[in-house]
Nanobody, 122 residues
Framework: QVQLAESGGGLLHAWGSLRLSCAAA????????MDWFRQAPGKEREFVAC????????GYTDSVKGRATISRDNAKNTLYLQMNSLKPEDTAVYYC???????????????WGKGTLVTVSS
């Protein structure tokens, strides 16, 4: 089994910043693309950011571009999401996911974490 475990969520203030982590356990998929998705209450899950495990490619949704940075530590099989200038619209459960190729499609993900809640107050 492969497990993805998110951490770093919590109650934050607008204009603050966050740093989420996603640790992979079990089989190592060092060549897999890693993604962040989020799901706000009453809304569908949406893509946030992705990074090839080699680090050669990254991508972001328009709503976080310029505020967010996705990165990884391959030695620790850990994925990170740093985001500043937080706004209430960023409130959501954030999920990390892994796929066998570089993609932003939720349906292409092979593994999912169970999510970490981020709440941004105004």
């Amino acid at each position: 089994q492969v497990q993805l475990a998110e951490s770093g969520g919590g109650l934050l203030h607008a204009w603050g910043s966050l740093r989420l982590s996603c640790a992979a356990a079990g089989r190592t998929f060092s060549s897999y693309t890693m993604d962040w998705f989020r799901q706000a209450p009453g809304k569908e899950r949406e893509f946030v950011a992705c990074i090839s495990w080699s680090g050669s490619s990254t991508g972001y949704t328009d709503s976080v571009k310029g505020r967010a940075t996705i990165s990884r530590d391959n030695a620790k099989n850990t994925l990170y999401l740093q985001m500043n200038s937080l706004k209430p619209e960023d409130t959501a459960v954030y999920y990390c996911a892994a796929s066998s190729y570089y993609t932003t499609r939720a349906g292409a993900m092979n593994y999912w974490g169970k999510g970490t809640l981020v709440t941004v107050s105004s």
